[in-house]
């Protein structure tokens, strides 16, 4: 097989966890030495609908996920299960982002496989935290809001580059820190260096949603600040929450004026 867009199918498709990171593994490998490469004759995308993944964890409406405190094993479990649960979501979104939007150029495919890969090693990471814990994943009840993002934006690349990385997963740039802080007061130090590593490597995935939103706006003729802040109302409503962390987001690709306007539309 040479086709990047069904390989990257593959490892979409795979509904158990370890079959996942390796076929994740094995696929940014191929690429990287030159044996996958995009292909835009290939069969077109199939609809968008339920990725590959287990059984459990069971999926429930946000409001419903248990807030757990910290000061007990069972609740830094529960928080390493919330974030692994991110980091498998974000596996299936990177490999979405392949497979399904066509003829981009192949440093997209690369960008994104090199995501996926990241991804993939991330989860590893928090699933051994939660063996440690006495956890597996799928323990702790799931939301699937990620996933239902990446439905609504099926339908057009420029949408789901502005809506993904640069607003469901930026949001992991702001809200990081202080989970690092609330574990530093519980002495987690195994569980921080985990959160650290994923802070620092989810700013360049956000750079990668941030580089090929512009690139999509410039191909179309868009004003790219003003197409992201209509986006983000047109599919965020209220539901727009900050505050964001100015720094990691400027690393991340915005300025300082789009920041000033999203922080007044997450105000309003």
């Known amino acids: 097989m040479t086709d990047l867009h069904t390989a990257a199918k593959r490892c979409l498709d795979a509904t158990d966890p370890a079959e996942k990171l390796r076929l994740t593994q094995a696929t940014w490998e191929a690429l990287q030495s030159g044996e996958l490469h995009p292909d835009s004759t290939s069969l077109a995308p199939e609809p968008i609908g339920t990725p590959g993944r287990p059984a459990l964890p069971q999926l429930v409406p946000q409001r419903q996920v248990p807030h757990r405190g910290l000061g007990t094993p069972e609740g830094r479990a529960a928080l390493v299960h919330a974030v692994a649960h991110i980091e498998f979501n974000a596996i299936n ?23 996926a890969n990241d991804e993939a090693r991330h989860f590893a990471l928090l ?92 191909r179309d003729g868009l004003d790219s600040r003003e197409t992201f802040l ?29 920041l000033d306007r999203l922080t007044a539309l997450a105000l309003a």
């Open 93 to 115: 979104l990177a490999w979405d982002a392949v497979y399904r939007f066509r003829g981009m150029p192949l440093d997209y495919y690369r960008d994104w496989a090199s995501c």
């Open 127 to 218: 699933s051994d935290r939660l063996a440690e814990l006495g956890h597996v994943y799928g323990d702790f009840d799931a939301h699937n809001g990620l996933w239902e993002m990446a439905e609504k934006t099926a339908h057009h690349d420029t949408a789901r580059m502005a809506l993904v990385p640069r607003v469901l997963e930026a949001r992991g740039l702001d809200v990081t820190p202080s989970m690092i802080e609330r574990l530093r007061g519980v002495g987690d130090e195994p569980t921080i260096a985990i959160l650290e590593v994923i802070l620092r490597e989810e700013v360049a995935h956000v750079a990668a949603g941030t580089r090929w939103f512009r690139w999509c706006c410039e």
């Open 230 to 258: 209509d986006l983000v109302r047109d599919y965020m409503g209220r539901n727009l929450r900050g505050p964001f962390n100015r720094p990691a987001r400027l690393q991340a690709g915005f300025d300082d004026v789009e």
